[in-house]
């Protein structure tokens, strides 16, 4: 059996995998391919009402929030935030913790005035800073949830006066939060949601339509929002896999289930990197991670004899990102505690080979 550890696009539940299978031949006994019917289809039209409404169960999300399936990943969204929701002499607040974090910031800086309020760079990203102010007068803040790279995460939002845009492309879906307590959600879909080629974005209507800005209609929320997505052909298949996986969080219990799961799968790895002598954790301990779990070895002799084991016992993806080195093991949703399981075992066989 693989383990699937790779970081995105990543494991998805092998149910999932199979009911997308069977109707890429025969999508609901239609006698035609989910690849081949209209998106404006009565049947697509299902799907999207289905999968919205599923991000909306799911995530308890109130009255006067908007949700888009887009495309153009999260790093659209980098731009399209900026354009929607930055004045032309306004400024924006960004705190940078990370690679996606620092080109939301050179996104937005080609669009208006943008203030970084704290940043981690100083030690390769390794904690989130906390003692910032986001200033009053800031069109909004924004900030990176969930650092895929570095394997940070940010539980408490933060103080911010100014409206909160969050990137939670790596960790939407995989514990509760209060969207009330956010403007504007974005996640590409290619962790927890779903396959590549969506991205999810929930909003809050009040803040659209203020800066002043003329923005192309394909970039605007309130286009996509007025047309339900359907501005233009959406991600169908991508959209279609992301509705199995939320009906799978769904059967599952939901957030609130799989949260308790990804908490007591994150610390039986954590446990074992503190303990095992050969391993250890590079993020700060009270800004780890529950996606991504970042750690090292001593050398770089060490590491590739670790890898070759893992590679035995077919432990997948487990490479660092290569601006960080070392190993990454990304434990979304879709992990089985098995395969938690297999990598700490694989760790404890390496101690016992080297003892
Ligand atoms: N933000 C975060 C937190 C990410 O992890 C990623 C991709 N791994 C991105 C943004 C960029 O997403 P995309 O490739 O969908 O543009």
């Known amino acids: 059996m693989k383990h699937n550890f790779g970081a995105g696009p990543c494991i998805l539940p092998k149910e999932v995998f199979q009911e997308a299978s069977q109707a890429v031949i025969d999508f609901n006994n239609t006698g035609l391919s989910i690849l081949e019917i209209s998106h404006r289809s009565k049947e697509f039209e299902a799907v999207l009402d289905e999968a919205t409404k599923l991000v909306r169960e799911l995530l308890n999300v109130p009255q006067g929030y908007s949700i888009l399936f887009l495309q153009g990943g999260a790093s659209l969204q980098f731009a399209m935030v900026a354009l929607n929701l930055?004045?032309?002499?306004?400024?924006?607040?960004?705190?940078?913790?990370?690679?996606?974090?620092?080109?939301?910031?050179?996104?937005?800086?080609?669009?208006?005035?943008?203030?970084?309020?704290?940043?981690?760079?100083d030690?390769?990203?390794?904690?989130?800073?906390?003692?910032?102010?986001?200033p009053a007068d800031a069109a909004y803040f924004h900030y990176t949830s969930n650092n895929t790279i570095y394997g940070t995460e940010v539980f408490d939002v933060p103080a911010s006066s100014a409206p909160?845009?969050?990137?939670?492309?790596?960790?939407?879906?995989?514990?509760?939060?209060?969207?009330?307590?956010?403007?504007?959600?974005?996640?590409?879909?290619?962790?927890?949601?779903?396959?590549?080629?969506?991205?999810?974005?929930?909003?809050?209507?009040?803040?659209?339509?203020?800066?002043?800005?003329?923005?192309?209609?394909i970039l605007d929320y309130t286009a996509h929002i007025?047309?339900?997505?359907?501005?233009?052909?959406?991600?169908?298949?991508?959209?279609?896999?992301?509705?199995?996986?939320?009906?799978?969080?769904?059967?599952?219990?939901?957030v609130a289930v799989i949260e308790q799961e990804n908490i007591i799968k994150a610390r039986t790895l954590y446990d074992e990197i503190d303990r095992n002598p050969f391993f250890k954790g590079t993020a700060a301990v009270e800004d780890r991670s529950r996606m991504n779990v970042t750690f090292v070895m001593d050398s770089?002799?060490?590491?590739?004899?670790?890898?070759?084991?893992?590679?035995?016992?077919?432990?997948?993806?487990?490479?660092?990102h290569r601006s960080v080195?070392?190993?990454?093991?990304?434990?979304?949703?879709?992990?089985?505690?098995?395969?938690?399981?297999?990598?700490?075992?694989?760790?404890?066989?390496?101690?016992?080979?080297?003892?």
């Open 86 to 121: 930055l004045p032309e002499n306004g400024k924006a607040a960004y705190l940078d913790t990370g690679v996606w974090a620092s080109k939301a910031i050179k996104e937005a800086k080609k669009i208006g005035n943008v203030e970084v309020v704290a940043s981690s760079s």
């Open 226 to 254: 007025s047309a339900d997505s359907m501005y233009n052909t959406p991600p169908v298949f991508s959209i279609f896999v992301s509705l199995l996986n939320l009906r799978w969080l769904k059967a599952k219990g939901g």
């Open 123 to 134: 030690k390769n990203y390794t904690y989130i800073p906390k003692q910032y102010t986001v």
């Open 300 to 320: 770089a002799e060490l590491e590739a004899e670790f890898l070759a084991l893992a590679k035995e016992r077919e432990l997948i993806g487990i490479k660092g």
């Open 325 to 355: 080195g070392g190993f990454r093991a990304s434990i979304y949703n879709a992990l089985s505690i098995t395969s938690i399981n297999a990598m700490v075992d694989a760790m404890k066989e390496f101690e016992e080979l080297k003892k």
């Open 164 to 217: 909160i845009v969050v990137d939670m492309s790596s960790d939407i879906l995989s514990r509760e939060i209060n969207v009330s307590d956010f403007d504007l959600i974005y996640a590409g879909a290619q962790k927890n949601m779903g396959p590549a080629g969506a991205t999810l974005v929930i909003v809050k209507d009040e803040i659209l339509g203020k800066t002043g800005r003329v923005i192309p209609s």
